[in-house]
């Protein structure tokens, strides 16, 4: 998730801003919750998405990029995002897909 995968930071101090953009995706990765409901029917997908953190570490905005094409994947990444918080700052967007994969 460094700067080819985010807006983040673009002509900002690459390998602290690489380094911060990496431990946000580990909080979000260990934050993410496979829906049992989706697992139960084999609804696979990718969700791209990004958001903004506030002051606080908060989620002050999100937008899906790009559905999954399954409002229960989307709405899960929705929610994944804002459970991981609080985040350190980072300017602008970042951007990231989340998989959903029942292989792993």
Do not use: N
Request: net charge positive.
């Amino acid at each position: 998730m460094g700067r080819g995968a985010g807006d983040a930071g673009a002509g900002t101090g690459g390998a602290s801003l690489a380094g911060v953009l990496r431990s946000i995706r580990t909080k979000i990765e260990q934050a993410r919750i496979y829906p049992d409901a989706a697992r139960r029917e084999g609804i696979q997908g990718t969700v791209d998405l990004r958001f903004r953190i506030a002051a606080d570490g908060s989620v002050e905005a999100m937008e899906i990029l790009r559905s999954s094409g399954h409002r229960i994947l989307d709405e899960a990444s929705a929610q994944t995002i804002r459970r991981a918080a609080p985040y350190p700052r980072v300017p602008g967007w970042v951007r990231l897909p989340l998989s959903y994969r029942l292989d792993r």
